[in-house]
């Protein structure tokens, strides 16, 4: 598991970065002030089909990201493409947005982050919560306290 905090950071001499919470549309930093902008797991909750406007929010996201990286500056962008699934197998809701994405030209890739449980029945309580009830059935059935979980990396240089 990746456990780095701020202050671990700050311990290793790297003093020129920072981690927020912002609208994406209105990112809290300078023209041109930063090299890397990283979104987790945040912009498919306006970037999917069923948000009214989802294509003009991603539009609003990429004017911003541009306005705020450097010359030669990289978004990346890490999203799901599937709970509960060993392949890829993204949501139907999200293609739209992914072939935004292509679009852009941004490079993609993608990697397992399985998440894993202390018993069958966490697994099932916070899958049903986060993932619905098929996913929950799944697991339960199945026996399952590691959850297959397959996340795209999106990257793309300014």
């Known amino acids: ?37 990283v979104a987790g797991w945040s912009i498919c909750y306006v ?44 949501p139907s809701f999200l293609e739209g947005y992914y072939q935004m994405l292509r679009n852009y030209g941004f490079s993609h890739s993608w990697i397992r982050t399985d998440y894993q449980f202390d018993t069958v029945e966490e697994a099932e309580e916070l899958s049903r919560f986060f993932f619905g009830d098929e996913l929950a059935e799944h697991i339960v059935n199945q026996r399952l306290t590691i959850v297959p979980e397959c996340t795209g990396i999106w990257w793309l240089g300014y």
């Open 47 to 90: 970037a999917q089909s069923g948000v009214e406007n989802w294509k003009n929010n991603v539009l609003k996201i990429m004017a911003e990201v541009k306005r705020v990286l450097r010359a030669g500056g990289t978004f990346v962008i890490l999203e799901t493409l599937g709970t509960g699934y060993e392949e890829p197998d993204p």
């Open 1 to 37: 598991m990746l456990d780095i905090t701020a202050d671990k950071l700050r311990k290793m001499g790297q003093q020129n970065w920072k981690i927020g919470v912002a609208d994406h549309t209105v990112l809290p930093v300078d023209d041109h002030s930063a090299d890397i902008v």
